[in-house]
């Protein structure tokens, strides 16, 4: 197996967001025992300010909060970081510790893989406020109706995975695809936790497993010749 990059993880945003993608790279590695995976650190802070309210109210900024987690885990020895959070990535710009893997790149790349001519994104407020897909996608953007989606995203933080979130959520798909989205990106990293493909009629690109597949190409050291 190959040599791994340490990973630090800026998480907590929110921490069943943060498990999720935990297991999606430890199972993106296809180990065969416990050395084989990367080392990897995790700042799971839920008391980062809220990214919504700083977005649209003006509120207190993440951003000295984000760059301070970066640094405690670049000072522990993380080498890339990675942030399964879409709305904070608005604050991206503060993380400079250590090479940082963007969710979002991560996530339109995969859905431009797939040749769309439109992408639909399930977002929350500070996502489409700061319009974070749209100045990323090469192509039209649709953004699902933050009314609906807000509420789905807030049952499923307070521990509610059951049918009304995910409903919800498989209604909006299914505008924005008969809107002519060809894509859909579940852009909260709440939403993959309730909504899967088979809930939706097009290509769903999950977010956080594309940035857990980003990172784990960032972390990974090149094979070494002749070893």
């Known amino acids: 197996m190959p040599g791994w990059r340490t990973i630090g993880v800026i998480g907590g945003m929110g921490p069943a ?6 297991a999606l790279l430890v199972a993106g590695v296809a180990a065969a025992r416990d050395a084989d995976h990367p080392r990897v650190l995790i700042d799971s802070n839920p008391h980062v300010p809220d990214r919504n309210a700083a ?21 522990q020895g993380a080498q890339v970081l990675a942030m399964p959070c879409n709305a904070a990535h608005g604050w991206a710009a503060a993380i400079t510790a250590a090479p940082f893997v963007s969710m979002i790149d991560a996530a339109v790349a995969e859905a431009m893989a797939l040749n769309p001519r439109a992408i639909g994104v399930l977002a929350v407020g500070a996502t489409l406020a700061l319009d974070l897909y749209g100045r990323s996608c090469p192509v039209p953007v649709l953004n699902g109706d933050l009314a609906m989606v807000q509420p789905a995203v807030n049952a499923i933080k307070a521990g509610d995975t059951g049918a009304a979130p995910r409903a919800a959520l498989a209604a909006q798909a299914a505008r924005l695809a008969a809107a002519g989205a060809d894509v859909i990106i579940a852009a909260c990293t709440e939403v993959p936790l309730v909504l899967g493909p088979g809930d939706v009629a097009v290509p769903l690109i999950n977010s956080t497993a594309a940035l857990a597949r980003a990172t784990l190409a960032a972390a990974r050291l090149p094979d070494r010749v002749g070893a």
Request: aromatic share 4%.
């Open 17 to 22: 967001a943060t498990a999720d993608f935990l």
């Open 55 to 75: 977005a649209l109210h003006g509120a207190a900024s993440p951003g000295p909060a984000l760059a301070a987690m970066a640094a405690g885990l670049a000072g």
